[in-house]
């Protein structure tokens, strides 16, 4: 990770985490899940703080922040859930029957089998493209950007009905 984008603790980020090559995984709720699971667990047991977040088919969106004086740092967090969800989601796409198991296994082995720190398959493209929240009026149009991904998409009509999203939640609903 480049100078630019080093995470500090104590401070609160924009984060992209993006499956390499774009693969549209997340497609299926099996994968969601994962991710979704994988989530609150970092929260619950890491110290994960999420303020706003949408999982779309290729990447995951997040404002987040690890707990001050946490035993984790965001860093930390980030580095632990991609090394799970990939292993996880492998495994999930080897036991479910996916019609593109063949494919997804062959790109996610080729994107790992030169990378020395890869053993079998790369699932997410390296860094998450932190941009620190400097300032209310940042953190506020990132969010905005966060929950109109569905409706770009052209998922969603309104952004609070989009279930992979914290959009509801800013709706006031649950």
Not at 2 to 19: P, Q, R, W
Not at 133 to 154: D, L
Request: hydrophobic content about 35%; aromatic content about 14%.
């Amino acid at each position: 990770m480049g100078i630019k984008n080093k995470i500090e603790s104590n401070s609160i980020y924009f984060l992209t985490l993006t499956v390499v090559d774009w693969v549209d995984i997340f497609t299926r709720d099996d994968y969601r899940q994962i991710i979704i699971d994988s989530l609150k667990f970092c929260q619950k047991e890491k110290g994960l703080e999420v303020y706003s977040w949408c999982l779309m088919t290729n990447h995951l969106h997040m404002i987040a922040a690890g707990k001050e004086n946490g035993k984790f740092t965001l860093s930390d967090i980030l580095r632990d859930f991609k090394k799970f969800t990939s292993k996880a989601i492998i495994e999930k796409i080897k036991e479910i029957p996916e019609s593109r198991r063949n494919w997804l296994l062959d790109r996610f082995e080729f994107a790992g089998r030169y990378n020395k720190k890869i053993e079998f398959y790369k699932f997410w493209q390296d860094g998450n493209e932190p941009k620190e929240g400097y300032s209310e009026e940042f953190m506020q149009q990132k969010i905005t950007y966060i929950h109109q991904n569905p409706v770009r998409a052209g998922w969603v009509n309104d952004a609070q009905h989009y279930k992979y999203s914290s959009a509801i939640d800013y709706a006031g609903k649950k």
